[in-house]
C-alpha cells in the first residue's frame, strides 16, 4: 500500500509539472498571438493530456509494469500510447481546425519533433549525469584504496 500511495504521488507530482508547463508555453504562445481569450475546453484538455500523459510515462520509463524492455521500445510504446491520447483530446477540445488535413500533419509532425527533441535532450541528460556518477564512484574507489594502504 506504501508502494502504491508513493506512486500516485509521484503521478500526481509529475501531471502538476507537465500541466504547470504547458501553461506556460501556451501563455507564451498567446502572448506572442496577442490571445487574450483562455478557452475551458483547452484547459481541461491539458489537464488531461498533463494527467494521461505522466500516467503512460510511468508505464513506460518506470519499472512499475514493465521490468525489462529495452529504451527504444519503450519509447515506441509511449508514443503509441500518447499519440491517441493527445489526438483524441486535440480532437475534441478543437485545439486546430481538425477538418484540415494539413493541420494534421503539422500536429503530428509537431508532436514527433518536440518527441525527438526530447529524446535528445534525455540521451544528453543521463550521458552527462552517468559520468558524473562514474567519476563520484572513481573517487570513492580511489579513497577507499589509500585507506586500505594506509591500513
Known amino acids: 500500500m506504501k508502494r502504491f500511495l508513493k506512486g500516485i504521488?509521484?503521478?500526481?507530482?509529475?501531471?502538476?509539472?507537465?500541466f504547470t508547463a504547458a501553461m506556460v508555453i501556451y501563455l507564451f504562445f498567446s502572448l506572442i498571438f496577442d490571445n487574450r481569450v483562455v478557452s475551458t475546453a483547452l484547459l481541461w484538455g491539458l489537464l488531461l493530456v498533463s494527467a494521461a500523459g505522466s500516467l503512460i510515462?510511468?508505464?513506460?520509463f518506470s519499472d512499475w509494469i514493465i521490468k525489462k524492455m529495452r529504451y527504444t521500445w519503450r519509447s515506441l510504446l509511449f508514443v503509441l500510447l500518447f499519440l491517441p491520447v493527445l489526438s483524441f483530446t486535440a480532437w475534441k477540445a478543437d485545439w486546430f481546425p481538425t477538418d484540415q488535413v494539413g493541420a494534421w500533419a503539422m500536429f503530428i509532425g509537431i508532436f514527433?519533433?518536440?518527441?525527438?527533441?526530447?529524446?535528445?535532450?534525455?540521451?544528453?541528460?543521463?550521458?552527462?549525469?552517468?559520468?558524473?556518477?562514474?567519476?563520484?564512484?572513481?573517487?570513492?574507489?580511489?579513497?577507499?584504496?589509500?585507506?586500505?594502504?594506509k591500513s
Open 112 to 149: 514527433f519533433l518536440i518527441f525527438a527533441a526530447m529524446t535528445v535532450g534525455f540521451d544528453i541528460y543521463f550521458r552527462i549525469t552517468g559520468r558524473k556518477y562514474d567519476g563520484m564512484i572513481g573517487q570513492y574507489r580511489r579513497r577507499k584504496e589509500e585507506e586500505e594502504r
Open 57 to 60: 510515462q510511468a508505464v513506460c
Open 9 to 18: 504521488v509521484e503521478w500526481k507530482t509529475s501531471a502538476c509539472m507537465l
